[in-house]
């Protein structure tokens, strides 16, 4: 015989339904057990000398009283009540319906029944009373028994400081004893209202102020620090999180004011602060509207697509309706994650995924013949500066080539605007990756001069050996493609960039590597950075080299030191802090123009434009070839050669 799956009992009924159930069937059978026993006690609990017509009036009179009570509690609510909560609205319930039941069983066996012994109505309700409260009161006297061992449990678990004392940190303080993603307790509370101090909140004391912030971790014995300021702005948040850092504890933080709105504040809401909001300044809020016109319906083509630019890039147009987006990509594990995440987020997106190299020329001028994008924006690029000084040969391939040959597809084909990425390493470059993008930069430069005297013909195809020769361009072609280059200094959080590389050696329990404590980048999160190269593609009217305002620079051995106190550890004791020398061609310091660029303003203050250096245009195109020679040739004694006399401020930094 098959074993039959084993069916829930009661399966139609709620937890609470099933609860009331079983509590209904116990008074059942608790009230009248309560007036037998009284019975029982009043014959020296001998049931034979019962008479016989108390017993008949027992057991007549028992359906119509239980029928009576289970109503009467119910109509009380007490089979609707938390008795794990219970307390002395619960108690005067049951003193009620002790009382109306005992009077309604007076009347009922007089009227109607055979009068029963004086004690059978004292006793009685007593005994009835002590067994339907019992039941009742016993889980929450359980519990009581329990908070002891809780409550030395508590003792040991974190102890938390709680910063603000408004809507937000009373809601995440309630939630506490609910939330499954917290182990700790709120010991303290701390907020700059000065009327809020000395008073509680659900029994947890406000302290003081933000100054008072380091000694009432000493003398509450804090671990973690919960943030929930939501309203605050950047520059208040910073300064209150450096003063929670200073302590070593753990910080959280709670996201966003959106969240006070939508009622969402939990403890699950807290989250890990962000090293941005350490950064001094407010998030750059850009408006779109301009670049939503300028995208909508159109051919977009964003080379290097899968890489944390590129990516980013391709989101935020994503939403702004193009006509049809490329994604183009050497690495086709970066391509399909965005191609993923696009069709799940943007299902109506057309979008196309193409696997190549910009090095390609034949691959590259196959997507513009048969896809004819409108903007172009080529973020493909090799951006490690050590890496790129031990392979400078594979620098130029990528980032010059490849920007020529792309270039030159976006010509040939007429694209309507070409927008490079650059970046604040090729201002007065030391290192080749820095210079080998410095050059691209004149190469789009160049290509836009001489489209604008109508020379365009006489820019070179470049191919190699291996390539096949494409048809020359026609000398009467004249393209109305549109060159500009975008440039900025680090992005938090992209592929390769300080902030990953600290959190998994601050995980690894150190050292964190620093390569001298008086380096400062320039920092920008990717989707600012993003949204601001988009404006820049609108305002482009061609040849333009926008420089974005990255704010106040920043120390990275500060940056570090930060990361390492937001992990609640110590720096230099905990964790240790390496100063590893800086490495070939990396500089102390950032510059975002060369002495001989000025900035011109734009209608964005947050975007500025470099002033065009003089190029030698024939000089550098034949300088373009040689270098390209010499990288296929593997000589790299010949590039660094080449780069000294195509772009005069770069220095070699010593080895």
Known sequence: MKDRKKMPLLPHLEHWQKIALFMA?????AVNFAYFFALLLRHEMRFASIDAEYIETWIHFTPIYTVFCIALFHILRMYRSMWRFASYYELAMMTIATGVSAVFHIAMTILFFDRMPISYYII???FQFLLTLGVRFAYRFYLMQKAPREKERAKQAPRIMLVGAGNAGQMILRDLHKAKEVHGRVCCIIDDNSNKWKRFIDGVPIVGGRDVIPEMVKRYHISKIYVAIPSAGAEERRKILKICQETGCELKNLPGMFQLVNGDITVGALRDVPIEDLLGREPIESDLTHVFEFLNDKVILVTGGGGSIGSELCRQIASHRPKQMIIFDVYENNAYDIQQELR?????????????SVRDSGRINEVFENYHPDIVFHAAAHKHVPLMEDSPCEAIKNNVLGTY?????????????FIMIST???????NVMGASKRLCEMIIQTFDAMIAEGREAEIPELHTRE???????????????R???????NVLGSNGSVIPLFRKQIEAGGPVTVT?????RYFMTIPEAVSLVLQAAVMARGSEIFVLDMGRPVKIDTLARNLIRLSGLEPDRDIRIVYTGLRPGEKLYEEKLMAEEGLKKTDNNLIHIGKPVEIDHEALLKGVRVIMEDAYADDEAGIRAILHQLVPTYTQARQ
Request: hydrophobic share 40%; charged share 20%; aromatic share 8%.
């Open 467 to 481: 390539e096949e020769h494409m048809q020359p361009m026609d000398p009467g072609f004249h393209s109305r493609t």
């Open 516 to 520: 001298h404590p008086e380096i400062i």
């Open 344 to 356: 799940r987020n943007h299902p109506d997106l057309n979008l196309l995924v193409l696997i190549g």
């Open 124 to 126: 009685g309700p007593f």
């Open 424 to 430: 604040d390493k090729a201002v007065n470059p030391t």
């Open 405 to 417: 040959k792309t270039a030159y597809a976006a010509m040939r084909h007429n694209c309507d605007r």
């Open 483 to 489: 060159f500009v280059a975008v440039r900025f200094g």
């Open 25 to 29: 069937v116990y008074d059942a059978l």
